[in-house]
């Protein structure tokens, strides 16, 4: 048995002084420090003073470290895994783009063949953005390769896709949205790159839609007259995620869902290939992307994705005061992990013992994959 000492524990939203946290490939317990008895535990990691939390989930990743999900090759999935290990991130949802059937299918392809290969960050399985999306709203998508929902084209990797962001006011959308609900109901139906009034997102709520991709990104934007997707989430029991990077939402209306939404509020980073790189050119779904400071945007000064790191988005919910520090863990933690289903996402007896340390600043000390450090701060 292992156990971490010297840390503040962030768990089940409280914090923890002076206590010890025990695990092997699972969590065991968390028990005061004078109750812990050292002989037992093989291994001692030392937090330095810093924060314990369950690591970081996001379900809205592309690429970082340089490379891209659509990359379609195990290079690209292995160096990802590992590139996030340093942003606290222990488990994610390789997300695709809209691009040819081709790509897309070599992507899952890829990904059902050798996303249980990685040796860092856990590959949950996979984030389908499109390419069932609306034309209107493709944003960083390439509007040529949208088609309409079409379950052939998923059907081969069924048990590998976990989300699917689609556009439900397309047509054929609503009879996929409810055949994936009786046959597939663990697959979270997610609207988003979509141009859905408030009164068709409400309906897509009834049909199996139970989640919404990037709030207020590709949706049209909230209006007293026509509240829009964002107004039938904020009425709704709908879970919604979001980039905080202070770019792609201003922090007051971070504020304000956080107020609104709480427990149904996730993280996500929506990075691509510039994630933890240096700023410059690069390239996503097929398009040339310019990196400048923290922002990514196409030729045309369309937002593209992020290189936005999951600590960091932490950071800013906390120290823009959105959040308390347990508040912003568990939306990156907690909240994810009970969406998809799964057992991961809390320091609680039996989860999976994927851990993050990281300091005040939110700079990663160590990363727990499965029991396993994987990363440690030099």
């Known amino acids: 048995m292992k156990a971490i ?57 592309h690429g ?44 899952l392809q890829n990904i059902q063949a050798h996303a249980a290969m990685v040796e860092g960050a ?16 493709h944003g960083a ?24 962001t689609l556009a439900p006011e397309v047509e054929g959308a609503k009879a996929f949205i409810e055949m994936m609900r009786r046959a597939y109901p663990e697959v979270v139906l997610s609207i988003g790159h979509s141009s859905a009034t408030y009164h068709e997102a409400m309906e897509s709520f009834s049909w199996g839609v139970s ?35 202070g770019i792609h939402t201003h922090e007051s209306t971070l504020r304000l869902v956080q107020q ?12 691509m290939r510039a994630g933890c790189m240096k700023q410059g050119s ?15 945007t196409l030729e045309d000064g369309t937002l593209a994705g992020s290189v936005l790191q999951m600590n960091q988005a932490l950071a800013l919910m906390v120290s823009k005061q959105i959040m308390t520090l347990p508040e912003a863990v568990d939306a990156a933690t907690k909240y994810p992990a009970e969406k998809l289903g799964i057992q991961k996402g809390r320091l609680k007896e039996g989860y999976d013992a ?18 396993e450090q994987k990363y440690q701060r030099k």
């Not at 993050?356 to 939110?362: A, P």
């Not at 700079?363 to 029991?371: C, E, L, P």
């Open 260 to 271: 609104i939404k709480r427990e149904r509020l996730l993280l996500i980073t929506d990075a």
């Open 5 to 61: 000492k010297g840390g503040i524990i962030v768990s089940e939203g409280r914090c923890y002084h002076e206590h010890i946290l025990l695990f092997d490939e699972k969590i065991v317990a968390i028990v005061p420090k004078n109750q812990w008895d050292d002989t037992l535990s093989s291994t001692v990691i030392d937090a330095q003073g810093g924060y314990v939390s369950a690591g970081f989930i996001d379900l809205h990743i």
């Open 354 to 371: 994927d851990i993050v340390i990281f300091d005040e600043d939110f700079s990663i000390i160590s990363t727990i994959v499965h029991g």
């Open 282 to 296: 690069y390239e996503l779904g097929g398009q040339r992307v310019e990196v400048k400071g923290k922002r990514a």
């Open 211 to 245: 989640h919404a991709t990037h709030l207020f990104n590709a949706m049209n934007p909230y209006h007293h007259r026509e509240p829009s997707i964002v107004g039938a989430v904020f009425e709704s029991d709908v879970t919604c995620d979001m980039i905080a990077d």
């Open 122 to 137: 856990t590959i949950l399985g996979v984030h389908l953005e499109g390419p069932f999306i609306h034309k209107e709203k």
């Open 64 to 107: 970082s470290g340089g490379v891209d999900v659509m990359d379609a090759t195990p290079q690209a999935l292995h160096t990802l895994s590992a590139t996030l290990l340093a942003t606290g991130t222990t488990s994610f949802l390789a997300t695709t783009m809209t691009m040819a059937p081709q790509k897309i299918e070599a992507a």
């Open 141 to 164: 998508q390439d509007p040529q390769y949208i088609q309409p929902c079409n379950y052939a084209l998923i059907e081969p990797y069924i048990e590998e896709i976990k989300m699917i």
